[in-house]
């Protein structure tokens, strides 16, 4: 709802003056002798130079150097093993008290699903509630004017042609060179690689004399470093780290009853129809075998391959040499808890109390505040016309009957005790007459009621 101040660009000028007043200034009611609060914005003015900027800040005057003292250098003490036996006993080891374990039982109450055959209401509130109100269609307000085309020509100038000022445009200048006169005559093609050009004549290349191959005289050395150090000598068999098979179960006969067979209701299965194959019908024609592979093929006489079969290797029977550098070198160490290490304090803590005196405290100075002016307007009169507190909900609602708990008065509303789950929640179950057919029905519906 923005008004500019600008005179806009009409078609038809109307000969108004530009206003130059908001709409909040046109419609807001003045209260009495109060004004309306006046602009924070800073008039626009240009600052005076107020000379050269000190650089010298509250921390810089009032900042006190401290002496840098290095700390102590604390030699490392020597370590030193205890003496005695380390005591592997924990607090858990010495009261911890073995139990029997048994099987678990399951905590999970009884699934029951709660059925009824009474046939579910599918009105919802909204429908029993609602009444359709018979509307009138609005008739429109717009004013059907037919366009008529203006007879005379359109001669009023726009922004741009008034606002635009044609201006002289300066060339800039060319950087094409100068029209250069070809030489006369014809091209002279020599280059200086041309006329410089001394050909060398290239000699043969090197080529080395190819060895004739020597056989050695000597025999092939084929002891390894693993056939010449390796005794195959026997060794102890590995002790299996596999756990003993031991029995985790309960002794307690078995019910008989399981979980499916409490909550499994049959159902009717129809049978499948079965699909039956269409019957192969063999080929009449007969049927080419050949192929290119055997029109083509050529068959070769070709020898088998020996196989490549190691040579058996040679048993030992003297005993397993089991030292190794592990067993030798090792030794066990003896290890002691380690103390707790604290560091000494190297910064000593402050004597004395706390002044709490602060850089704001010490120079801050009070100044009484002013109450703000109120702009809260003066109240209206009320009108003497009672209130209509009437609405579409308090006419059109319809009272429901409320449900009546069953574990108040069981007997009279037709329900009887069923049991009661581990929480404490009471179940009743309607007495209804028992009806012929199958097995598969649903029985009466279990209702809880508040313990």
């Known amino acids: 709802r923005h008004r500019c101040c600008h005179r806009p660009t009409k078609i038809y000028e109307d000969g108004l003056q530009p206003s130059r007043k908001t709409e909040y200034l046109e419609n807001y009611p003045g209260y009495g002798n109060i004004c309306p609060p006046e602009s924070c914005k800073p008039k626009p003015a240009l600052q005076e130079d107020q000379g050269r900027m000190d650089g010298t800040t509250t921390f810089k005057s009032d900042y006190l150097p401290y002496e840098i003292v290095t700390r102590p250098f604390r030699p490392q003490a020597e370590y030193r093993p205890k ?6 006993g924990t607090i858990y080891q010495r009261d911890y008290n073995p139990h029997k374990i048994g099987p678990v039982t399951l905590a999970r109450p009884r699934e029951r699903k709660h059925t009824s055959e009474a046939k579910v209401d599918t009105v919802p509130t909204y429908r029993d509630h609602y009444r359709l109100w018979k509307s009138q269609r609005t008739e429109s307000c717009k004013v059907e004017r037919d366009y008529e085309p203006p007879s005379e020509r359109f001669g009023n100038p726009s922004t741009f042609q008034d606002d635009y000022i044609p201006r002289q445009p300066n060339p800039p200048p060319s950087c094409k060179p100068c029209d250069a006169k070809l030489p006369e005559g014809p091209f002279d093609g020599n280059t200086i690689h041309r006329t410089a050009y001394v050909v060398h004549e290239l000699e043969p290349l090197f080529v080395r004399p190819r060895e004739e191959y020597k056989p050695s005289d000597q025999p092939f050395e084929d002891l390894t470093t693993h056939q010449r150090d390796f005794k195959g000598i026997p060794g102890e068999q590995a002790k299996s780290c596999k756990p003993e098979n031991q029995k985790i179960g309960s002794d307690d006969p078995f019910k008989g009853t399981t979980e499916f ?3 499994y209701q049959p159902y009717l299965v129809t049978v499948p129809e079965l699909h039956k194959p269409t019957e192969y019908v063999p080929p009449t024609d007969k049927m080419d075998l050949k192929s290119s ?38 030794q066990p160490w003896r290890v002691c ?12 803590k402050p004597t004395g109390k706390f ?23 003066v109240q209206a009169i009320p009108t003497g016309v009672p209130f209509k507190d009437e609405t579409l909900y308090r006419t059109e609602y319809t009272p429901k009957k409320p449900e009546v708990c069953p574990g108040v008065n069981p007997g009279a509303l037709g329900y009887v005790y069923v049991n009661t789950d581990p929480q404490g929640h009471k179940f009743y179950r309607q007495v209804s007459p028992e009806r012929s057919g199958s097995s598969c029905s649903p029985g009466p519906e279990e209702v809880p009621a508040v313990s």
Do not use: C, M
Request: hydrophobic share 25%; aromatic share 8%.
């Open 355 to 377: 002044a709490s005196l602060t850089t704001f405290r010490s120079h801050y100075i009070p100044h009484q505040a002013k109450p703000p002016q109120s702009f809260k307007p």
């Open 261 to 263: 067979q409490d909550r």
């Open 83 to 88: 003496s005695g036996k380390i005591d592997l």
């Open 337 to 348: 808890p380690q103390g707790l290490i604290k560091k000494e304090e190297e910064i000593q």
């Open 293 to 330: 592979n055997r029109l083509d093929y050529i068959k070769h006489k070709v020898a088998p391959r020996a196989p490549i079969k190691p040579a058996p290797a040679r048993k030992t029977t003297g005993p397993f040499q089991g030292k190794t550098t592990t067993k030798e070198d090792y």
